[in-house]
């Protein structure tokens, strides 16, 4: 058997060959994720169809031990102590099957876990806080225009009729403004690093930074602008640069509010009036 390559024989296969049978499915993971960031700025059905698709190519994934090395696992113990608690209250409650029905809401938590298995590099994670935003920005713009040619009257059925419902208050591409808040305020807090003076980020970043905050203004979610405040409020205590910048900006974008449209600072102000109806319910 002198011809035979040492250590070959017709039985076992080299690793390596063996593991290009395995499906790199990188190129779509990435394709579904820039359909998930859409989603996540302008249509939750649009997100969470993603995210199912990404969790799938992320389990498949998974079945190759290098890949699973390879894994980061962000805030793994909170994550879990939130899951078992969030069980342990349904079985403990008196319907424990609805209730455990109610969790499927848990599997948003792993698009914590999808997305950091695509951002892999600070570069990825720049250019996915610079995407999201122009997303929200558009998204934003749209809530503006609904809020300021808010038709008097109702139209005709159609398009316009739908875009335009419920235009008292910008809600965008969402069906309701309390969704558009929560999102402007999260992406806001999210890409302020990047907008200040040494934070890296493009100048156009401006642009959706002003129209994600002029959106955000003008859904009128109270609980949206605390979550906002609160974002600022944790830049400040991190950023290396600009925070007096900041902290500039913001004081005078809340007196900005106090003496502006009466609607809007009426509003603000409302917010530590304690006879005030939704305030007293929560």
């Not at 790199?24 to 993971?29: E, G, I, K, V």
């Amino acid at each position: 058997m002198s011809g035979s390559p040492a250590g070959g024989g017709s039985g076992a296969a080299p690793s390596a060959p063996a593991r290009a049978f395995i499906p790199d499915n990188r190129t779509a993971t990435r394709a579904v994720f820039g359909i998930f960031i859409v989603g996540l700025g302008c249509s939750i059905t649009l997100q969470q169809g993603a995210l199912i698709a990404l969790t799938a190519l992320w389990l498949w994934r998974l079945r190759d031990p290098v890949a699973r090395r390879s894994q980061q696992w962000p805030l793994a113990w909170p994550v879990l102590a939130f899951l078992a608690a969030t069980i342990v209250s349904a079985l403990a409650s008196e319907a424990p099957g609805r209730s455990l029905y109610a969790c499927k809401g848990l599997f948003v938590v792993l698009a914590l876990y999808v997305t950091a298995d695509v951002l892999e590099t600070l570069d990825r994670c720049e250019l996915f806080v610079d995407a999201l935003a122009i997303v929200c920005g558009l998204a934003a713009a749209a809530g503006l225009v609904q809020v300021l040619a808010c038709p008097e009257s109702p139209l005709e059925p159609g398009p316009l009729a739908r875009f335009f419902r419920r235009c008292d208050r910008a809600r965008g591409p969402f069906s309701i403004y309390m969704t558009l808040g929560g999102v402007l305020a999260t992406v806001l807090a999210a890409a302020l690093p990047r907008l200040l003076p040494g934070g890296g980020g493009p100048r156009w970043l401006a642009a959706p930074g002003l129209a994600m905050l002029a959106g955000l203004a003008a859904t009128y979610v109270r609980g949206a602008w605390l979550g906002f405040g609160a974002g600022v409020a944790v830049v400040l205590a991190s950023a290396r640069r600009g925070r007096w910048l900041l902290a500039l900006g913001f004081g005078l974008l809340v007196l900005g509010v106090l003496v502006g449209p009466e609607r809007l600072s009426q509003r603000l102000r409302s917010m530590t009036d304690p006879q005030e109806v939704t305030i007293r319910e929560r």
